[in-house]
Each structure stands twice: as C-alpha cells, then as structure tokens.
C-alpha cells in the first residue's frame, strides 16, 4: 500500500483533535486528522456512563458578546459559525451526551476537516520522520505528530485483590445487578459519585471509599473535584440512609464465595483497621493515556503516576521531539489545578499549540497588536480585555495577555500559556507585564461560600479578593517586581473608575521607574 505523508498528524477526532484542526486549517498547515472510529467523538458514545455532561451549557447569560458567553459555555468548540456553538443542540444546562457526539460530527463535516475514518494505529515509530502503521497495514508518515486521544485506559491503583472488582469503564449499567447488594465504590471523584448517586435507589448499602478526602468544586474551584450534580449521595449519608463516605486507604481484597472482604486502614488518629464485607466493588479510580502503541525509537516519557504524557510549556514530549499532545493529556501541565482537562480549558490549549506551531515551524507571528507605551493606552486595552474574555476567564492562572515592552512601544500577545511565556519566549532582559485572571488565596479553613469580601471600593486591599479578578505582574526576565490586583466585582464587570484609576497609576509607576537611568 501506498505511504500517505503530511506535515503533521493528529491522531483523534474527539474534540480536541477537531478543534486543533480547525486552528490547523486556519494556518494551512499540511495535515490530517486520523481516527479508528467511523465518527467523530467516538468517546462520548460510551461515556459519561450515565450519559449526563457535567459540562455547564448557559444559554441564556444576559450577553450579546459571543466571547462572554463562552466564558458560561463548556461544551462549544472555538470557531468562526454561530450555528456551530452547542447552545443551537441543547437547552439543558447539563446536557446528555448523545447530542455532543452529532455536534462534534456536524462540525467537522462543516468544515471540512480531512479525517480518515477506521484507521487504528497500532505502531509508532521514529527515524527521520514519524511513521504510524495502522491494524490493516497501511503506512502513514509525518514530521510533526499529535496525540489527541485523551485517557483511553484504565488506571489501576496497586492494591492486593482490586482486580475483583469491575471498573467504570466496563460496569454494568443494569440496576438489577446490584439489587439489595452492600457496594465499594473505590475513589472519590465524579464518575465515582456520578454512579453512587445512580445506585441510591437499587442497593442495600453502598460506600464510596479512598485515601484522599472529598474535595467540592465549590470550594477548590476545581472543577474535576466533585461536582454538586453529582453530590446528591452525600445527603444518604449525612442523613444517616444506611450510604457511607470513607476516608480510608485499602490495603487488600479477597474473594470468599460470591462476596469481598475488604481490609481498610481508616485515616483517623488511631489508624482503625476493619475489615468490611461486599457483595459488589466497582472501581471508580481514574483513567490513563495508552503508550502501547509507541515503538521504543519514541516512547514517550510519562508522568504523575504513568497517567499522562511529560511535556514541555509548548505540549511537546519532554523526550520525543516533534510529538506534540493535545485535549485531555494536556492536563498534565495543570493537573487538580485548571481546566485543560475539559473541553472548556483545552479548546484554548489547542488554539495556542496551533499558533505556537505555526510559529516555530512557520514563521507565523504571535503578535497580536502592537500599541503605544502610554499609560492611558495600555490601561484601556487591559480593561478592554478583562472585560471581554473568555480565554483567561476559564483557564485562569493558566493562560495569560503577555505584554513586552520594547522601548517606546508595547506588543501585546492575547492568551499564551504563562509557562510558556517564561520558559521558552521571554529573554533574560526583557521587560513585560503578564495579564491573567485568577482566584483569591487559597482559604485553608471553612467554606468559600461563607467567606468576607473585600467592600468593592477598597482597592488597597485588592490582593485580598477572593472570587476571580484579574491580575497584573510586571516582570524583568524570570523575575516578578511588582504585582497588581484589580478589586472582585460581584458581576465581573471592571469598567468603573475604582478598577481603571489604580491600574493606570500601577502601570505610570512601572513606566517611571524603567525611564530612570541607573547611575
């Protein structure tokens, strides 16, 4: 069979690789989608399990902004066609996840994106070129590749026994199985939740159990922590309906007959020991990125418990050069932090691993705009973007506005990772400011839905706001010099003189002190 060769390669037609591609297109680069499916998003045929998204869809925000909407919008992807935002398939808040797989169809057919369907990569390998091999024989090559393929195995935690029980991937969806049955649910995210809370009605007793305690979105503004959609079991519990919530690591399981002994060691002062009986141990403990089909010529290296691909700021491997990661893998780079883990945080890592791309290999600016080095200027642009966007709004802290200054003029680049930034962009001697939007300190004790606020004219105490606000750093090199808040706003709306006033006078002071001459 004849070698198809591209530039560059994406494996996945899930929504990473389709919005990658777009962005692809966008640049002309040379490409090609592969994916072993015969649709698009193939992934979320089967899962979510129980077939709600916990993806928020806000259709009515009060906004005639597109870009605000998509700050409330977690399931569009980033594209050119009103008609194409997921608003126009579902009016549900959490919508059921049949209708993302047509969206993602619709979308790639609207584009015209080149994928190849039914193509399973079974080999990769690595000479001058990449050279992927399918499970029919045929050949593809390309000098950049692109993993988008998200977590596409189970992760199993190394406990004595745990292959007694059945993983999420693979559980059974019939309620009947577990009728009148005492359940170990092991792990404490939200598909661990999500299938506690489908079982309240059918089991005798089920417990959700693992080392680590619960941790809500609420509070960690996570939002892989659970979920309040998913949280309804903790009432079973708290309200005393014979469910339990165990802080508890397992040390190990044995079958006897058709029940599991399960010995625990409880996270308390006195490291209780028990040993609990089940009748059923579902394993809700995570997923993994499936390395299997790399050759030894380009195994990528992995990291945080083998789970994720390691990567560079710029999603390339830390040891493969030219193999390159996008959607839910990227999330090694935020991990329990941001959003590149979700559709609505790894839209914005595509868009910038394309831009990034066509740059390196391109010669295609990252430039934004280029605007005067006055402080009335640069004021009214920061304020302008706060005001406006969506990128630094979902991937908050993660995503940044870098703002370089050279001489009498400033280059404004929108939305970069702010690592990347760092790492691989600035030079030692650069003078820059970095634009994000982030969340207060983080609170060590009590809920973040009780906590003081700062009173919203008391700019001097900014630094103290705990919802999200935006933030200013200026830098020389690697080095912070000074930092500035701008005070939360209840409706996240900084138009008002107690927002512009002291960030102009924070930018006048940067500029007085680079127009003093050493001596």
Not at 81 to 86: G, I, V
Not at 217 to 236: C, E, K, M, P, Q
Request: glycine share 6%; aromatic share 12%; hydrophobic share 35%.
């Amino acid at each position: 069979m004849k070698t198809k060769h591209k530039d560059y390669i994406i494996i996945g037609a899930g929504p990473a690789g389709l919005q990658l591609g777009y962005f692809f297109q966008k640049y002309n680069l040379d490409f090609l989608i592969v994916e072993k499916n015969n649709v698009a998003g193939s992934y979320f045929k089967d899962y979510p399990r129980h077939r709600t998204l916990i993806s928020i869809n806000k259709v009515h925000t009060g906004f005639e902004d597109k870009n605000l909407d998509l700050r409330f919008d977690w399931n569009s992807l980033l594209c050119d066609k009103d008609e194409l935002l997921f608003k126009e398939y579902s009016k549900e808040y959490f919508p059921n996840a049949n209708l993302f797989v047509d969206y993602l169809n619709d979308f790639a057919k609207a584009y015209a994106l080149p994928i190849d369907y039914g193509v399973e990569i079974q080999n990769i390998k690595k000479e001058e070129v990449f050279t992927l091999t399918t499970s029919t024989g045929e050949v593809y090559t390309c000098n950049h590749l692109v993993v988008a393929t998200g977590w596409v195995k189970p992760y199993i935690p190394e406990i004595p026994g745990i292959n007694h029980g059945e993983h999420y991937m693979t559980m059974s969806l019939d309620k009947k199985a577990y009728e009148n049955k005492k359940v170990l649910i092991i792990g404490k995210g939200n598909s661990a939740f999500e299938t506690a809370d489908d079982l309240i009605a059918t089991t005798a007793t089920t417990h959700v159990c693992s080392e680590n305690s619960l941790v809500m979105a609420w509070n960690s503004h996570y939002v892989g922590n659970l979920r309040a959609v998913n949280n309804n079991f903790l009432d079973t519990y708290q309200l005393k309906a014979q469910n339990a919530v165990l802080d508890a690591s397992i040390n190990k399981i044995i079958k006897e007959g058709n029940q599991y002994k399960v010995s625990i060691t409880y996270n308390n002062n006195a490291s209780e020991v028990e040993e609990l009986v089940y009748d059923s141990i579902i394993l809700c403990t995570g997923f993994r990125f499936d390395d299997s089909i790399f050759d030894e010529s380009c195994k990528p290296e992995l990291t945080i418990k083998n789970r994720f691909p390691n990567q560079e700021s710029d999603y390339q491997s830390t040891n493969i050069e030219g193999l390159y990661y996008a959607g839910t893998i990227t999330h090694m780079r935020d991990y329990k932090k941001q959003a590149s883990g979700f559709v609505h945080g790894f839209r914005y890592n595509a868009a910038c691993l394309a831009r990034i791309l066509a740059h390196k290999n391109h010669d295609t600016s990252l430039l934004s705009s280029e605007i005067e080095w006055n402080v009335d200027v640069i004021g009214d642009e920061i304020i302008d973007r706060i005001n406006s966007n969506s990128s630094l709004w979902n991937q908050y802290g993660y995503l940044g506005d870098l703002i370089l200054i050279k001489d009498d003029k400033l280059l404004y680049y929108n939305s970069l990772p702010v690592d990347y930034v760092k790492e691989k962009f600035v030079k030692d001697t650069d003078d820059y400011f970095i634009l994000t939007m982030e969340f207060g300190k983080k609170i060590e004790t009590g809920e973040h839905t009780s906590v003081n606020r700062v009173h919203r004219n008391d700019y001097e105490n900014a630094q103290n706001s705990a919802f999200i606000h935006p933030i200013v750093r200026y830098y020389k090199g690697d080095e912070l010099m000074e930092e500035f808040h701008i005070i939360e706003d209840l409706e996240a709306v900084w138009k008002e003189s107690i927002h512009i006033d002291p960030l102009k006078k924070f930018i006048k002071k940067v500029k007085q002190k680079l127009s003093v001459v050493p001596v």
